[in-house]
């Protein structure tokens, strides 16, 4: 029997209603019902049980999941909370399916963020620890040195974070632009990184997350297709899951 139960933060992200962390904020919120009443975090599911959401039943049918890319314009928001963002992203992109992002991409951010319905697969992509690229273009306010692509090439102290950035690769496309190549998703990673050495970040674009590149109009989605959908699986399947991503850890910069 007790191989059937599962934990409900687990139940949530196999569901495909939202992704593991996100289900610990609604458990954590009371917003999560079993058999009609609130559990506490660790609490499993067992075969039979009613899980509901805001008083919605949630059935565990694992359907073909969804694996969107999306050109997310500047001002849309990256939250599944519909009620607290007007300029969100699931009301942006108005899909048929209850899906959610995949990480998240500044507001004042464009560019490349990928959207599903398998809470499975989000925790093998954020994890920093697996080095999964994610790479930028961004344009600064001032003349870019050599001496800047040399420092943010190499790691910076982010003292308000706490920690180092990695090592990366940084290339420059012309007097105020440069491509970046990030492993990491500390928040809001590369305007602090700039921050540091004196430059502001006039625009930020995202244009690959691992074998995925944007390749679609701005403001419009894709479906993945077969051979990226395959090369990304076999790119996460050593990756660790288990472990959360740190609250800073967001695949947003």
């Given amino acids: 029997m007790s191989e059937n139960l599962k934990r409900i933060n687990k139940f949530l992200s196999e569901a495909g209603y939202c992704s593991r ?132 090439a190499g790691g910076i102290y982010l003292e308000e974070l706490g920690q180092r950035t990695k090592k990366c690769k940084v290339t420059k496309i012309d007097t105020y632009t440069f491509s970046i190549v990030l492993t990491q998703g500390l928040n809001r990673q590369i305007r602090r990184m700039c921050s540091y050495l004196n430059y502001e970040v006039n625009t930020l674009k995202r244009i690959r997350i691992m074998n995925i590149s ?18 990304l699986n076999k790119s996460i399947a050593q990756s660790v899951k288990t472990a959360q991503p740190r609250p800073n850890q967001k695949l947003n910069s």
């Fill in 214 to 231: 944007l390749d679609m109009p701005l403001g419009e989605y894709r479906e993945l297709t077969t051979e990226e959908l395959d090369t």
């Fill in 21 to 152: 962390r996100e289900a610990d904020k609604l458990i954590e919120s009371g917003r999560v019902e079993i058999n009609g009443k609130i559990p506490a975090m660790g609490t499993k599911v067992a075969p039979g049980d009613e899980v509901r959401v805001d008083g919605k039943i949630i059935k565990n049918i694992k359907d073909s999941f969804v694996y969107l890319a999306f050109n997310k314009p500047v001002g849309i928001v990256c939250t599944t909370d519909t009620r607290v963002e007007k300029d969100n992203i699931i009301d942006y992109i108005n899909y048929h399916k209850r899906i959610f992002p995949i990480g998240r991409l500044d507001k004042p951010s464009e560019g490349l963020i990928l959207l599903t319905d398998d809470g499975d697969i989000v925790n093998k992509i954020l994890r920093a620890s697996n080095n999964h690229e994610k790479e930028y273009i961004v344009t600064v306010d001032k003349p870019i040195s050599q001496t800047f692509i040399k420092r943010m």
